[in-house]
């Protein structure tokens, strides 16, 4: 089994930010919102999984959960 990721990194860590970001958008093409959500948390399980500790998860959650949504 490979090692777990221990603590969530808060840096700037993704390649290629631009096209992952396109591809996030280009994902919710032609879906309703209820599909749409479906996608993200299907897609947010999935990260979870390869993640793979619970507490790094649930640090992410709070992170996301307290920072203020942009318009």
């Not at 897609?43 to 390869?50: E, K, P, S």
């Amino acid at each position: 089994m490979s090692e777990l990721i221990r603590e969530l990194i808060r840096k700037p860590n993704l390649d290629h930010v631009d096209d992952v970001y396109q591809q996030l958008l280009a994902m919710h093409e032609g879906l309703d919102e209820a599909q749409s959500l479906k996608v993200c948390a299907r897609l947010i399980l999935a990260l979870a999984n390869h993640i793979g500790d619970s507490a790094v998860v649930m640090e992410a959650m709070e992170l996301a959960r307290a920072t203020p949504p942009t318009a």
